[in-house]
């Protein structure tokens, strides 16, 4: 069964703080995504990644960066977490070219 | 640009048959998708549709594609209180990454 994990569900952060959000895929899918969900805005595409390694900007990168050393795992970073980055953060994967498969998301609140 | 567009909101009884509509911009899509995000979680896939067909049915629920209009539909039969939940219609974006529309609510009162 197709599964897609995320390191916490709900994650309380202070201003400045440097955040980490973890995803994990256990399909062997070359490709993984980022994205924040806001109500009234829908799923926005923050960063994904093609293969190991590999990265690219989407709509929103500003403020996040990310990193991909094995291939079942794509981690975000907020560098220094701001209150306009509170939301939800979903990770997808997916083959080349087929659908995405999504984790649980994580609620982060930037206080 | 690409784009996709939905209505936010849709709110049927019980027992009636819901129909979401979505229209998108980009025409090479291969696959176009609708997906379900009930409350507090992720997005489930719920069901797609090859470019070149017209409809596809998968027991309640129905696609219907109108390639001339770029116009998708997905249409659920018996809606049941346990349907309520936002649904996300989606094309693919020239990067090989997902285009979602803001999603439609549906409500299905008793």
């Known amino acids: 069964d197709v599964k897609v994990t995320q390191s916490s569900r709900y994650l309380v952060k202070r201003t400045g703080e440097k955040v980490f959000l973890e995803c994990v895929q256990d399909m062997d899918h070359e490709n993984m995504f980022w994205y924040r969900q806001d109500p009234g805005l829908g799923l926005r595409l923050i960063y994904f990644s093609y293969d190991v390694k590999m990265k690219e900007k989407g709509d929103i990168p500003e403020g996040y960066s990310v990193s991909r050393e094995k291939k079942e795992r794509f981690s975000l970073i907020l560098e220094s977490a701001s209150t306009n980055q509170t939301s939800m953060y979903l990770c997808?994967?997916?083959?080349?070219?087929?659908?995405?498969?999504f984790g649980p998301g994580t609620r982060l609140t930037v206080t | 640009g690409e784009d996709v567009e939905q209505s936010l909101f849709l709110s049927v009884r019980e027992g009636d048959s819901s129909v979401i509509n979505c229209t998108y911009t980009?025409?090479?899509?291969?696959?176009l998708y609708w997906y379900k995000q009930e409350p507090g979680a992720g997005l489930q896939l719920l069901t797609y549709?090859?470019?070149?067909?017209d409809m596809k049915q998968d027991q309640r629920l129905t696609v219907l594609l109108n390639k001339k209009d770029k116009h998708l539909s997905l249409r659920i039969a018996d809606t049941q209180t346990g349907d309520s939940a936002i649904y996300f219609c989606?094309?693919?974006?020239?990067?090989?990454?997902?285009?979602f529309g803001k999603g439609t609510k549906l409500s299905v009162k008793p």
């Open positions: 997808a994967s997916s083959a080349q070219g087929y659908e995405q498969y």
């Open positions: 980009d025409s090479s899509s291969t696959y």
């Open positions: 549709i090859f470019s070149n067909m």
């Open positions: 989606a094309e693919g974006g020239s990067q090989g990454n997902l285009i």
